[in-house]
């Protein structure tokens, strides 16, 4: 979550798992006894929203059916922006628990965070274990918060946040391939990305995320714990439930922003990594025949995709680092023959394809200009073929085709390091490497062939 204001900040249908299963994968049948855990940090200018949230919680506990309630155990760990305010509490239809009052903590230190996952499973043993990370998220980086990218949790008390492969390092301590958690749920911005997901896909079963922007209040709680037994039902049951009352609250609150939620299937991400390494390896093979305008095609393709958080920093003015993999398929198929062959409209069909099995259900608003353009959808993933974005950075741009050459392959080492593999230590932050994704797609590739030269400029 963002806290931008109540429009713009970064934080119905339905079904059972058997209905849409996560790949048929046995081990994700309905539960008894699910552990909930929402990590929810508050060390920061969201506080505000954190008790509004917990407060939801409540509500949905006390509307949910007595039985499904004494199912559910819903544990967050709290840390706001006093000192020594971090708890642990477990919210009930009574109301708020303190179970645990702890030393101040750093919701940044992936150990904080694996902490808290095994303090869930020794207390509170399940069937099934979810996990909610609550605050802001940094799927698309500002320029002007470079490099902190690809994290989530930032707390403002210790000057640290969660970089992905830290996520997934305090995950992998608790959790594996053999024994995935249900769901991993991201209530905060810019998280829906396929690189997210690749980095998470042998830890948990199903992911929910948004592409784009959440406004400061996030998910819907009470709208979910009231529905419960969708919790039980399994782990994709769950996540569409996320993307379903996501829908109905943007709706009925914040229509017309492009706000966007998505439930990924993420035992599907091996293939859609193989779907996307095939039109990576056919757009560069085009732009390779292209000669001096090779960066020109690659980048009409981007700017004619629907893509999120537009900052026009005057610093860099490097807008929309992410882009709509769906869309940006959309737009190759559609301009087949013209920049690109159509072995590059073929291979964004099999992406589609990928995409569409590898999304359960997904969200998009109609928007403004917050997100371009912002067509509306909402369904099953094989229908809507959306709901997770890629990085496609824009290089330094001033408009009009103005872009400034002479640092651009700079430029995108520099403030790109998650991409490019090269570690960085700022700080505390502590050290941000290749995520699993640019280690294994040539679609890092492909964005190092295009910012791999000093390009001539071009005049369309």
Known sequence: MLFLSPLTACNSGGGDDDKNPVSGDPLDPSASAV?????????????????????EMIRGMQNVPSATASSLAVIVQYDGPSSGDTRIYRITPSGRTTLETLAERNMGDPETLGDFIRYCREN???????LVLWDHGDGARSALRAPDAKAISVDDSSNDALLMN????????????????????FDACLMGTIEVAYELREYARTMAASMHLEQANGWDYEGILENGERILAGSASFAELVVDTYRDWIQDN???????????DLSRLDELRI?????????????????????YAAERARALSERYYIDNSSLFLESSTYIDLGDLCNVLIADSGHLFTDEASTAAAQV?????????KAFGDSGNDMAIPATAYFGAGPAVRRGLSIFFQQPPYSGNYDYDFANW??????YNGWYTGSVYNEGSWGSGGQLDFCRDSAWKTLVDYVFASNHPGYAP
Do not use: C
């Open 166 to 185: 830290e996520v997934q390092e305090a995950l992998s301590g608790q959790f594996g391939p053999a024994n995935p958690m249900g769901l991993i749920g």
């Open 409 to 414: 392959k700079q430029y995108y080492e520099a």
């Open 275 to 295: 779907a996307v390494d095939g039109l990576a390896d056919v757009m560069r093979t085009n732009l390779s025949s292209s000669g001096a305008d090779h960066w």
């Open 352 to 360: 589609r394809t990928a995409l569409g099995q590898a999304v359960i």
């Open 254 to 264: 914040y229509s017309g922003q492009g706000q966007t939620m998505a439930a990924i």
């Open 124 to 130: 509170y043993p399940a069937d099934r274990y979810d």
């Open 35 to 55: 552990t909930l855990m929402i990590f929810l940090n508050a060390d920061n200018n969201l506080d505000f929203f954190a008790e509004q949230d917990m407060q």
